[in-house]
């Protein structure tokens, strides 16, 4: 038996296959969009139709953007050979929060994680070595220190080795498992200034 009409129904499964949302959650937001005003509800379906439309991957460091270079990629008193390899956008983010940081990023969009079927060819790993081929002397490797993390800055620090590049790993003392958006800026300067060779 259906307690709900098809259509709150419907909302209620797509709002729950969204990550982090339960089915408590979801029910709770399926009946707070329908009590919405209808044009709140337009101005929020139009804002999510045209961000997934319009935003793209930078095409240096493939972060997500509106431009064809991010404002980072594009700023030239940036230092364009010091790169910092980070899992995602958000973990950018929270770098560029610090406003300490001279050098450009690379975004992996995600981490290696052979548990769940991520392999190194399914994020940007080849994009971060054909950038290489620039004038490059030191890539930071700002990956997560989570299991999938480690296992990254190891398979991308093996490859860059032979480079003659310099491969350093930003300190430990960052959380383990901790996801680095929610780590306060001192921490992750810290992390940065303390950062070795791999
Ligand atoms: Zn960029």
Excluded at 70 to 85: G, S
Excluded at 126 to 147: F, P, Q
Aim: net charge neutral; aromatic share 6%.
């Amino acid at each position: 038996m259906d307690l709900y009409s098809g259509y709150i129904n419907k909302l209620i499964e797509e709002f729950a296959a969204l990550p982090g949302i339960g089915n408590k959650s979801a029910q709770r937001l399926a009946f707070h969009l329908i009590s919405m005003p209808q044009e709140k509800v337009n101005r929020l379906a139009k804002v999510m139709i045209d961000a997934r439309a319009n935003i793209k991957y930078c095409k240096n460091c493939f972060t997500l953007t509106d431009t064809e270079l991010c404002p980072v990629c594009a700023n030239q008193k940036r230092n364009h050979k010091l790169i910092m390899v980070v899992e995602n956008s958000r973990d950018l983010a929270a770098y560029e929060k610090t406003q300490k940081y001279e050098g450009v990023y690379h975004v992996l969009h995600g981490a290696i994680s052979p548990m769940i079927g991520i392999g190194p060819q399914d994020i940007k790993i080849k994009e971060l070595i054909e950038r290489l081929k620039d004038d490059v002397e030191e890539v930071i490797i700002a990956t997560n220190s989570s299991l999938e993390g480690e296992t990254t800055a190891m398979y991308i620090s093996k490859l860059i080795k032979p480079t003659g590049i310099k491969v350093t790993r930003i300190a430990s003392g960052v959380p383990v498992g901790g996801d680095l958006e929610y780590i306060d800026e001192i921490t992750l300067m810290r992390a940065l200034d303390g950062r070795v060779e791999m």
